[in-house]
């Protein structure tokens, strides 16, 4: 044991020494210096011997008898806890050396160092920190990855067959987690859940992140979050999520970040109107994945709404109108669309992720691609929607990705722009008609999405081509390519 007192002793002393250099050079600082000190006058600590049980050291001059050394008893709490906050919650449980410094500890608030629970030992761990450190501000649940069967216990209202499964599985009390009250950042990845747990969401008032991912048996509710009253990231993938989007509106003057993702097992059963969110005074990013209930247009979306929003991805999302896989019914309808949501797109948060295209099959306006040989390179129909940015100008234009020969440009047809054309005067004006004549000139372009797109098989056209007018210029093409024709030749 006095081995091992002597080990933790010379730990403290470098958790010490960290803590007195630094304090000080900001003394230093304070008197315009430096904030060293010389070689022979740095601060130094010594600890007594544990076989004499002298407490001065053995080379100290008589002189200086009267003076005792240092010792880690000798700190305040306030001072070892100002130590510890600087040390990982690892760290920090090996400093527990005596009743001191572990009343320090319970008091001390662990930086943000994220402490990992992934199997049974790091649960055992996190067990002991309960109750000694429990100022944790950073705790990750995850699989409780082991050779034997691990798992948390299971929650209200279980689903039945999976307690069944797990029944004999070694179970680990889910419930300590609600002594960390001082969480901020909370995440639960994969952990063996089994029902809906309270406990989760009821004891961290400063929590500002939380993310769920990936526990397909957990049960969850967004009204749930209501007790964060300080949340400011929201993130959720691969696990279901029940409620109305209505409820986040608690959290209204604090969410920075809202994100919904896609499940691993089953579907999210969350409803409302994505209008709901608009004045969220905070709001940076909003992605929404496959909420089918969760209705909306983007058309709503007025130049004062959202007003922080950086980045919006709106996908899978069947009731919501201008959703990133939106499909229209009518050509005809795209102009009005699009002239309305210009605004929008002016913004630029979520131009990059648009990929609006003609519904296929139920479209009265839609046909069949021709079919050709692989090494024809004869795109298909023009189809899908890109968005081109042209100097300042924003446009966008209809074109084809879908090709029967591989590493095709999008073939597009002629711009319609949104914006007007730049003064001639502007600053940017020559770049925008150096770029613009590449284009018209036949040269590679990239839309929005970041595909080499070009203006050739559809030039002068400004939509799809009718069903008729596609197939003509499909056999001129082949017929060029037949005698041997340059098929991109003015």
Not at 101 to 130: H, S
Not at 255 to 275: K, V
Not at 377 to 399: K, M, S, T, Y
Request: charged share 25%; net charge negative.
């Amino acid at each position: 044991s006095s081995n091992k007192s002597k080990v933790n002793q010379s730990f403290v002393a470098a958790g010490a020494y960290t803590y007195f250099s630094g304090a000080k050079q900001c003394e230093g600082s304070r008197h315009g210096t430096e904030g060293t000190m010389p070689r022979s006058k740095k601060p130094r600590l010594s600890w007594p011997s544990a076989a004499s049980g002298d407490s001065r050291h053995p080379r100290r001059s008589s002189s200086s008898s009267d003076q005792p050394n240092a010792t880690a008893n000798d700190l305040s709490t306030d001072v070892i806890e100002q130590i510890l906050c600087n040390l990982p919650p690892q760290d920090i449980m090996r400093a527990r050396v005596c009743r001191k410094w572990r009343l320090a500890a319970r008091n001390t608030i662990v930086p943000m160092t994220g402490f990992k629970v992934d199997c049974a030992r790091q649960y055992n761990a996190m067990e002991a920190m309960a109750t000694s450190l429990p100022n944790l501000q950073q705790l990750e649940l995850n699989r409780l990855d082991s050779p034997e069967e691990h798992k948390y216990n299971d929650g209200e209202g279980p689903y039945a067959a999976e307690a069944a499964r797990t029944a004999l599985h070694i179970t680990h009390d889910i419930g300590i987690v609600s002594n960390f009250t001082k969480l901020i950042d909370l995440t639960i990845c994969g952990a063996p859940l089994n029902g809906r747990y309270p406990v989760l969401f009821n004891n961290f008032p400063l929590l500002e992140r939380i993310e769920i991912s990936n526990c397909s048996g957990l049960i969850w509710h967004l009204d749930d979050l209501a007790n964060f009253s300080s949340l400011k990231d929201f993130h959720s993938e691969g696990t279901p999520v029940e409620g109305n989007i209505n409820c986040l509106r608690v959290l209204k003057d604090t969410l920075e970040s809202i994100s919904i993702g896609e499940t691993l097992i089953g579907r999210h059963r969350i409803e409302g109107n994505l209008m709901d969110l608009a004045d969220f005074p905070c709001l940076k990013e909003l992605f929404m994945f496959t909420l089918d209930l969760v209705t909306g247009d983007i058309r709503d979306i007025g130049e004062n709404d959202f007003p922080m929003l950086e980045e919006l991805e709106i996908s899978c999302c069947a009731a919501i109108i201008g959703d990133q896989h939106f499909s229209f019914q009518r050509i005809s309808d795209v102009p009005d669309f699009m002239n309305d949501v210009h605004h929008l797109l002016k913004r630029d948060i979520m131009n990059n992720r648009c990929q609006w295209t003609l519904a296929e099959d139920t479209s009265p306006d839609w046909y069949e691609p021709e079919v050709s040989n692989e090494d024809d390179g004869i795109p298909g129909p023009p189809f899908d929607i890109g968005l081109v940015q042209v100097g300042p100008r924003l446009g966008w234009a209809w074109g084809s990705h879908e090709y029967v020969g591989d590493d095709s440009p999008f073939d597009s047809c002629e711009i319609n722009w949104l914006d007007p054309e730049p003064d001639n005067d502007s600053s940017d004006y020559e770049t925008y008609i150096q770029e613009l004549q590449m284009i018209e000139g036949g040269n590679n372009f990239f839309n929005s999405l970041n595909q080499v797109s070009q203006i050739n098989f559809y030039r002068g056209y400004r939509q799809p081509p009718t069903e008729e007018e596609y197939r003509r210029l499909c056999r001129a093409m082949d017929f060029q390519q037949s005698n041997g024709f340059d098929v991109h030749e003015e």
